[in-house]
């Protein structure tokens, strides 16, 4: 798929975000009428280290339909999965390198350095020795920085060998960084993730990547969604996001971008009401349910108003709320009757024919 700058034809659509087609019944209130998707938030990151390829892979066995990594580039160029801008709360660094520059950016290290590293458990609900119960990680050094293009490995040997089809979020995070943006569309090429059935939303707080990351996929033949993050907002009683470099309208999102991801605290019934008018999923950042309980009372009401997908540490719960509310197929007993009844005035109509 082309993205929206360059787009022919919207019905040509056949990503993640696609529409019902007409006349097809809508399951789900959603804007495709399927079911809303749980996005692994940085991994599985409630219970073991965040944005590691065993956290990701955890969260794969969880349910998890996306993958959701940070993606940052280090300073020769390589680019790695790690939310904060600094190597300090999620990593050993302090306790093996000399601050750099007062303190220990990403970018003032190099993929080797950073490999050197291991990720420790920050989720409320993980171990100190970062395990989960029952899960051994199919890899070594599950819990290193992984690159981009590892975590792609891992989403193709997971889905090949479970058949399932998990797509990937990754988020170019702040600040702008044009390099940045291309080189992520550069790895999606390289490792063959440019098909709509590969399921790729590029996300960004900063509306000029979302833009620079929609050029650079045309430039490159890569399909791909894209979804504008930020904080729900109006000016002028418009529906807008504000996103790190500033204030964008829904209206403007919407000739760039496929969605929005949007913090759930401002989520209201009339926004979602507003994106979909528009064309545009939301989805809603970041659920931290601590128990399942607690995840139906945060995730309920918004699913209830049309919620297309979310961003949660915890998919288990994510995944549990998401499938009760599957519509429950017609029992077998009830179906048969109907069925029988449909044959029956087939039969009718092509007897009245013959006559
Ligand atoms: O990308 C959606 C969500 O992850 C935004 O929050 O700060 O965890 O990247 P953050
Ligand atoms: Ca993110």
Same mark, same amino acid.
Request: hydrophobic share 40%; proline share 5%.
């Given at each position: 798929?082309?993205?929206? @700058? $360059?787009?022919?034809?919207?019905? @040509?659509?056949? #990503?993640?975000?696609?529409?019902?087609?007409?006349?097809?019944?809508?399951? &789900?209130?959603? +804007?495709?009428?399927?079911?809303?998707?749980?996005?692994?938030?940085?991994?599985?990151?409630?219970?073991?280290?965040?944005?590691?390829?065993?956290?990701?892979?955890?969260?794969? =066995?969880?349910?998890?339909? &996306?993958?959701?990594?940070?993606?940052?580039?280090?300073?020769?160029?390589?680019?790695?999965?790690?939310?904060?801008?600094? +190597?300090?709360?999620?990593?050993?660094?302090?306790?093996?390198?000399?601050?750099?520059?007062?303190?220990?950016?990403?970018?003032?290290?190099?993929?080797?350095?950073?490999?050197?590293? $291991?990720?420790?458990?920050?989720?409320?609900?993980?171990? *100190?020795?970062?395990?989960? *119960?029952?899960?051994?990680?199919?890899?070594?050094?599950?819990?290193?920085?992984?690159?981009?293009?590892?975590? @792609?490995?891992?989403?193709?040997?997971?889905? #090949? #060998?479970?058949?399932?089809?998990?797509?990937? /979020?990754?988020?170019?995070?702040?600040? &702008?960084?044009?390099?940045?943006?291309?080189?992520?569309?550069?790895?999606?090429?390289?490792?063959? &993730?440019?098909? *709509?059935?590969?399921?790729?939303?590029? =996300?960004?707080?900063?509306?000029?990547?979302?833009?620079?990351?929609?050029?650079?996929?045309?430039? =490159?033949?890569?399909?791909?969604?894209?979804? =504008?993050?930020?904080?729900?907002?109006?000016?002028?009683?418009? /529906?807008?996001?504000?996103?790190?470099?500033?204030?964008?309208?829904?209206?403007?999102?919407?000739?760039?971008?496929?969605?929005?991801?949007?913090?759930?605290?401002?989520?209201?019934?009339?926004?979602?009401?507003?994106?979909?008018?528009?064309?545009?999923?939301?989805?809603? /950042?970041?659920?931290?349910?601590?128990?399942?309980?607690?995840?139906?009372?945060?995730?309920?009401?918004?699913?209830?108003?049309?919620?297309?997908?979310?961003?949660?540490? /915890?998919?288990?719960?994510?995944?549990?709320?998401?499938?009760?509310?599957?519509?429950?197929?017609?029992?077998?007993?009830?179906?048969? *009757?109907?069925?029988?009844?449909? @044959?029956?005035?087939?039969?009718?109509?092509?007897?009245?024919?013959?006559?």
């Amino acid at each position: 798929m082309m993205s929206k @700058l $360059t787009l022919v034809s919207a019905t @040509l659509m056949a #990503t993640a975000f696609s529409a019902p087609m007409a006349g097809a019944a809508s399951l &789900y209130n959603t +804007l495709s009428g399927e079911a809303p998707v749980v996005v692994a938030h940085r991994g599985a990151s409630g219970y073991l280290p965040e944005e590691t390829l065993g956290g990701y892979e955890l969260a794969m =066995q969880m349910g998890a339909d &996306y993958i959701e990594p940070d993606i940052q580039m280090t300073a020769d160029g390589a680019l790695v999965a790690m939310h904060d801008s600094t +190597l300090s709360r999620t990593t050993n660094v302090a306790a093996i390198f000399e601050a750099r520059n007062g303190g220990y950016k990403v970018s003032d290290f190099t993929l080797a350095e950073i490999k050197s590293l $291991t990720v420790v458990p920050t989720g409320a609900l993980s171990s *100190p020795d970062s395990t989960y *119960p029952g899960f051994t990680p199919s890899m070594t050094d599950a819990y290193k920085v992984p690159t981009l293009g590892e975590v @792609l490995d891992l989403l193709t040997e997971y889905n #090949t #060998t479970n058949g399932t089809e998990i797509g990937i /979020y990754p988020e170019s995070k702040t600040p &702008y960084n044009s390099a940045q943006n291309q080189a992520i569309v550069a790895t999606l090429k390289d490792k063959g &993730y440019d098909e *709509p059935s590969d399921k790729v939303i590029l =996300q960004s707080f900063v509306f000029n990547s979302i833009i620079e990351m929609a050029e650079a996929s045309d430039e =490159q033949g890569v399909s791909a969604s894209f979804a =504008q993050l930020g904080s729900v907002y109006t000016v002028d009683g418009e /529906y807008g996001v504000y996103g790190s470099d500033g204030f964008n309208t829904l209206t403007d999102i919407a000739g760039v971008a496929d969605g929005v991801g949007v913090s759930s605290g401002g989520i209201t019934e009339a926004f979602i009401t507003a994106a979909h008018d528009l064309g545009l999923i939301v989805h809603a /950042y970041t659920f931290r349910p601590l128990s399942e309980a607690a995840a139906f009372d945060m995730i309920q009401p918004m699913l209830d108003w049309g919620l297309d997908g979310f961003f949660t540490d /915890y998919t288990d719960f994510g995944r549990l709320v998401v499938d009760a509310n599957a519509p429950a197929p017609v029992p077998l007993p009830a179906a048969l *009757p109907l069925l029988m009844a449909g @044959l029956g005035g087939l039969v009718m109509v092509r007897r009245r024919k013959a006559a």
